[in-house]
């Protein structure tokens, strides 16, 4: 094509007849066509590509478990939008903390409604106490890596992009920083739901749920902060397996709350990173399921499948009294790694729907039977002065946390993107040095190990000791020189 349009007047006329004749062809196949739709059933998809908008509106975001207002009638408009990301210690299980990255400071991140035609123009704002850089894909966006290249962004930095949304439907988005499955893992992820013309029809409740699963250093129950471990991800064996990022954020005083009678939508998504979720409400049926989150509506549905990254609309009636029970029936996940929780549905009996004795109280996860270990004597404070060995193993801690995403597992970097800290010249060369990157971060070019890279390292918010620690492993791994980090050589480089 851009060679023939190169070859200037001459050709001018040849195009404007091939022009002709497909557009004479569109217009003959479309009139065909109208025959196969009802043959085929096959619905066409209108083209919102061009549809104006209205007017101005800035976009409210929602924490889980709540949704914002329905789109109702509105036209399409231009819509603002902000979000930040935040990088945070929470609990994900009675006793047991993990520091998730965030969407907004909830797992899964905040919710986010639109109207097919919209014109979002999208802030992402990566707070300063953050570690890593981060950005965001959703599979709402039509364009090159749903946002992901143009919202990429460093830690205290903002990124504005925009987009126009084409497809209704419940999407999921998610970070797409390499490594992605960690940033996936540590619960990167969220809904956007793109309403058609006129918006879904009105229910009582709406809530909004996310599945995701957690890979932990400790087995499930296994109490203090977590680190994240990379080699389960990778086998896809997860510990934790919760809806909104925590065993507990649908139970117990979070249980989500109805009345019978009530009719209830829920938003239900698949983080993942890994598992499909086998989706079931104990002691309810769906009356519909918009399949995959799109225009297909499925009837009287027991369990539907959602797939890792993917989303469904799911409606039902709560027409009697009960506790339902939200489940991955992947019945393991459910009642040995978290994925349960709770609608709480209050209201007056129907003895001609359901006539048995109705459960009562909470509804006890075996899991939730799994003990804290005693205070005393347990709880390690840490030594004011560590001996090296004490040092190496906070500092491998530090390690998984803080520095493994860029520099990886073994230290052995990624090529073109981080340098590698096993065998690494320039670490070896020069402690002092070493310490200056952590504490001040690193830019523009440097050469390891022969190759250049050019890129930036965050400063690392990191206390004396945790340098101190962090770096004394990493001199003693990997076929590393072997050299201990004091807090005390750390603090005097730090003035
Ligand atoms: C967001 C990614 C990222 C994180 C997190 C990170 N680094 Fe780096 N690191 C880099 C990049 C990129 C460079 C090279 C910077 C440049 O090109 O100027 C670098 C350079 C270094 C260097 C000097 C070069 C070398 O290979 O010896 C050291 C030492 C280092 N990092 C150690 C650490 C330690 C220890 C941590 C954890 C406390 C850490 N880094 C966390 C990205 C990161
Ligand atoms: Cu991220």
């Known amino acids: 094509m851009r060679s023939t349009m190169k070859t200037?007047?001459?050709?001018?006329?040849?195009?404007?007849?091939?022009?002709?004749?497909?557009?004479?062809?569109?217009?003959?196949?479309?009139?065909?066509?109208?025959?196969?739709?009802?043959?085929?059933?096959?619905?066409?998809?209108?083209?919102?590509s061009k549809t104006k908008v209205f007017g101005n509106m800035v976009a409210e975001l929602t924490s889980p478990p709540h949704v914002p207002p329905p789109v109702g009638n509105r036209p399409a408009m231009k819509l603002f939008m902000e979000m930040e990301i935040i990088e945070e210690e929470m609990e994900m299980a009675d006793g047991v903390s993990y520091v998730f990255w965030t969407f907004g400071g909830t797992v899964p991140g905040s919710f986010i409604r639109a109207r097919v035609g919209d014109e979002v123009?999208?802030?992402?704002?990566?707070?300063?106490?953050?570690?890593?850089?981060?950005?965001?894909?959703?599979?709402?966006?039509?364009?090159?890596?749903?946002?992901?290249?143009?919202?990429?962004?460093?830690?205290?930095?903002?990124?504005?992009?925009?987009?126009?949304?084409?497809?209704?439907?419940?999407?999921?988005?998610?970070?797409?920083?390499?490594?992605?499955?960690?940033?996936?893992?540590?619960?990167?992820?969220?809904?956007?739901?793109?309403?058609?013309?006129?918006?879904?029809?009105?229910?009582?409740?709406?809530?909004?749920?996310?599945?995701?699963?957690?890979?932990?250093?400790?087995?499930?129950?296994?109490?203090?902060?977590?680190?994240?471990?990379?080699?389960?991800?990778?086998?896809?064996?997860?510990?934790?397996?919760?809806?909104?990022?925590?065993?507990?954020?649908?139970?117990?005083?979070n249980a989500l709350q109805a009345k019978?009678?009530?009719?209830?939508?829920?938003?239900?998504?698949?983080?993942?990173?890994?598992?499909?979720?086998?989706?079931?409400?104990?002691?309810?049926?769906?009356?519909?399921?918009?399949?995959?989150?799109?225009?297909?509506?499925?009837?009287?549905v027991g369990t539907t499948l959602i797939p890792a990254g993917g989303a469904a609309i799911l409606e039902f009636k709560a027409e009697v009294p009960s506790n339902l029970v939200l489940v991955d029936h992947s019945i393991f996940r459910a009642f040995n790694k978290g994925a349960l929780g709770i609608i709480s549905v209050t209201g007056d009996e129907n003895e001609k729907i359901f006539a048995g004795e109705i459960m009562e109280g909470i509804y006890l996860p075996e899991g939730s039977t799994i003990q804290k270990m005693p205070i005393d004597g347990t709880t390690v404070t840490p030594p004011v002065t560590m001996t090296k060995s004490e040092l190496i193993d906070a500092g491998k801690k530090i390690y998984m946390q803080a520095c493994f995403a860029c520099h990886q597992a073994n230290g052995e970097g990624l090529a073109n993107a981080f340098p590698p800290l096993a065998k690494a010249d320039y670490l070896n060369a020069d402690e002092n040095r070493a310490i200056d990157v952590l504490l001040h971060g690193l830019s523009g070019e440097v050469t390891v190990n022969g190759k250049k890279y050019n890129s930036i390292m965050p400063s690392q918010q990191l206390k004396d000791e945790e340098v101190a620690a962090v770096l004394t492993y990493v001199y003693n791994s990997w076929g590393n020189n072997g050299s201990e980090i004091t807090p005390e050589m750390v603090s005097k480089r730090r003035k």
Request: with cysteine; hydrophobic share 35%.
């Open 121 to 253: 123009e999208f802030k992402i704002k990566n707070h300063p106490d953050n570690k890593l850089p981060h950005n965001i894909d959703l599979h709402a966006v039509t364009g090159q890596g749903g946002g992901a290249e143009a919202s990429f962004v460093a830690p205290g930095h903002e990124k504005t992009f925009s987009f126009k949304l084409i497809n209704p439907g419940l999407f999921v988005y998610h970070c797409a920083t390499a490594p992605v499955g960690m940033h996936i893992a540590n619960g990167m992820y969220g809904l956007i739901l793109v309403e058609t013309e006129g918006g879904l029809p009105p229910v009582d409740k709406e809530f909004y749920v996310m599945q995701g699963d957690f890979y932990t250093e400790g087995r499930f129950g296994e109490p203090g902060l977590q680190p994240f471990d990379m080699e389960k991800a990778y086998d896809e064996r997860p510990d934790y397996v919760v809806f909104n990022g925590s065993t507990t954020a649908l139970s117990g005083e």
């Open 260 to 300: 019978a009678g009530e009719t209830i939508r829920l938003f239900f998504g698949n983080g993942g990173p890994n598992l499909a979720s086998s989706f079931h409400v104990i002691g309810e049926i769906f009356d519909r399921v918009y399949v995959e989150g799109g225009d297909q509506v499925n009837y009287n």
């Open 8 to 48: 200037g007047k001459l050709n001018l006329f040849k195009r404007y007849f091939y022009l002709f004749i497909f557009l004479y062809g569109l217009i003959a196949t479309s009139c065909t066509q109208s025959q196969s739709r009802n043959a085929g059933n096959i619905k066409y998809v209108k083209d919102h």
